[in-house]
């Protein structure tokens, strides 16, 4: 018979789940109390949840959920890092405190409700965030604009250029 605090942690993480854009599932094992408490901090400031979680616990609310999730998931210790806004960022964080760090483990994704194999982490961290992409495409988009402009104005400051030259001749 499983107690009540059981039951409202499954229902506080399969509603998590639920609302997710992505979730990085990763063995945080071997990571001593600093390291984790600095991947902690990166995850809060950037507004995402890095949670310990209970696999048995986890299976029940990805089912409740309606997740399908890999059962390689399941086994070992496991914590979760979830993105509700940006599903690019926390892979982003993990990336970075990989290039110090030798953990967590990505053990697997969940991303846009798509469960993806830890193999696909690579891929997925060198992806731009959505204030990258809209960056680059306001660039995108200017740019034509500025081309357009600047040859207008070319025939013009050649203009100019050749009424300085023929002041400077006759004077």
Do not use: C
């Not at 789940?17 to 408490?37: E, P, Q, W």
């Not at 926390?90 to 798509?114: R, Y």
């Amino acid at each position: 018979m499983p107690n009540q605090k059981n039951i409202s942690t499954v229902k506080e993480l399969s509603d998590k789940l639920s609302r997710a854009k992505s979730i990085y599932f990763t063995d945080y094992l071997g990571l001593n109390v600093s390291d984790v408490t600095s991947l902690r901090k990166k995850f809060f400031e950037s507004g995402i949840e890095y949670l310990v979680v209970k696999n048995t616990l986890l299976r029940i609310a990805s089912g409740e959920s309606k997740l399908e999730l890999g059962d390689e998931l399941f086994y070992g210790s496991t914590a979760i890092a979830i993105s509700y806004d940006e599903p690019v960022s926390a892979a982003k964080i993990i990336k970075g405190f990989l290039k110090d760090h030798d953990l967590p483990n990505i053990k697997g994704i969940l991303f846009e409700g798509s469960y993806l194999p830890a193999s696909e982490f690579s891929k997925i961290s060198n992806l731009p965030s959505k204030e990258e992409s809209l960056t680059k495409f306001v660039v995108m988009l200017k740019s034509p604009v500025q081309n357009i402009a600047n040859l207008l104005s070319s025939p013009m400051v050649s203009l100019v250029n050749v009424l300085n030259g023929l002041k400077k001749s006759k004077s």
